[in-house]
């Protein structure tokens, strides 16, 4: 039997799971179960760990996944539904997938500081997703480099699935062009008439730019992971 705030903390974690690909920050959790602290989030997440509902993930920062749901809730899948296994060892691996109409995306290598998005491009390497991944817009691959996203489940030498634009909402993940030369994947807020690129990871610092050295090139959609 859970209690009321163990059962709304799973459900919020499920449908992030589900919605994004990635477990929900502590802070996320704290704000959407309208609590003043983490600390809450913490007895929770041990209780919901112990009674097997759900399972810290071990070498990944404040990642969980679900093991199984109350019996009011639906069932999840075996992993999230833009997540997706994949084998990425070789130079131009395709990820393999069960579904005949996979569509092929073009893999622009690891984010690089002081490399342009487009002098990534690699025209003989893709990555092969399913259509219920993606819309009808442009879309494109990247390889994460470091840890500065870590809380927000994306990992060094995980893959993202990037839709293309130049316009995104507040607190979207986007790969930002910073002074026409630095790439970096980050969490977008504005801040008045500035720009914050937030990590999601404390060790690094959030920085903040007039809106006029930051171009938007894409926001982050999906992800693909070898395990």
Known sequence: ???????????FIHQHLNRHGVSPSFDEMKDALGLKSKSGIHRLITGLEERGFIRRLAHRARAVEVLRLPDDMETPAELPANVIKGDFSGQHAKIQLPA?????????????????????????????VPPSLIGGGEYYA??????SMIEAGILDGDTVIIER?????????????IDGEEVTLKR???RG???????ANPAYETRIFPPDRVKVQGRLIGLLRQY
């Open 142 to 147: 990247l390889e994460v480099e470091g840890d």
């Open 193 to 199: 008439q500035a720009i914050a690129l937030e990590p």
């Open 1 to 11: 039997m859970l209690t009321r705030k163990q059962h709304e903390l799973l459900s």
């Open 165 to 177: 634009s130049e316009h995104a909402e507040n607190g979207v993940i986007v790969v930002a062009l």
């Open 188 to 190: 977008l807020r504005r």
């Open 100 to 128: 005949a109409n996979a569509q092929e995306l073009p893999f622009f290598g690891r984010i690089a500081a002081g490399t342009p998005i487009e002098a990534l491009r690699d025209h003989s390497s893709f990555v092969e």
